[in-house]
């Protein structure tokens, strides 16, 4: 089993920069491919971006390529999300995931953290 916990939301004004991330407890983040997702009010859990275990492969959602950039540290057994030029869609609650594939389907992902909210005002 892994645990995962996120860290780092919260309210930041349109523009700005958040920086989340994700540890785990139980087995090793470091031996699973790892995803950010989100998921606003009203609408379905939606795929960010992702990374392979071994971070030679990351991958990104469409609306947030060039603003998000997804990283690891093996050493630390954390994830990182970036967020820069953050804007009000950009509001969701955020969820950190472990699989043991990197693309985006929800279903890839054996293992969820409770997710961190951030909100980004205009």
């Known amino acids: 089993q892994v645990q995962l916990v996120e860290s780092g939301g919260g309210l930041v004004q349109a523009g700005g920069s958040l920086r989340l991330s994700c540890a785990a407890t139980?087995?090793?983040?470091?031996?699973?491919?790892t995803a950010w997702f989100r998921q606003a009010p009203g609408n379905e859990r939606e795929f960010v971006a992702s990374?392979?275990?071994?971070?030679?492969?990351?991958y990104y959602a469409d609306s947030v390529k060039g603003r998000f950039t997804i990283s690891r540290d093996n050493a630390k057994d954390t994830v990182y999300l970036q967020m820069n030029s953050l804007k009000p869609d950009d509001t969701a609650v955020y969820y950190c995931?472990?699989?043991?594939?990197?693309?985006?389907?929800?279903?890839?992902?054996?293992?969820w953290g409770q997710g961190t909210q951030v909100t980004v005002s205009s």
């Open positions: 139980g087995r090793p983040l470091r031996n699973y491919n």
């Open positions: 995931a472990a699989g043991a594939t990197p693309w985006s389907q929800r279903a890839n992902y054996m293992y």
């Open positions: 990374v392979s275990w071994s971070a030679s492969a990351s």
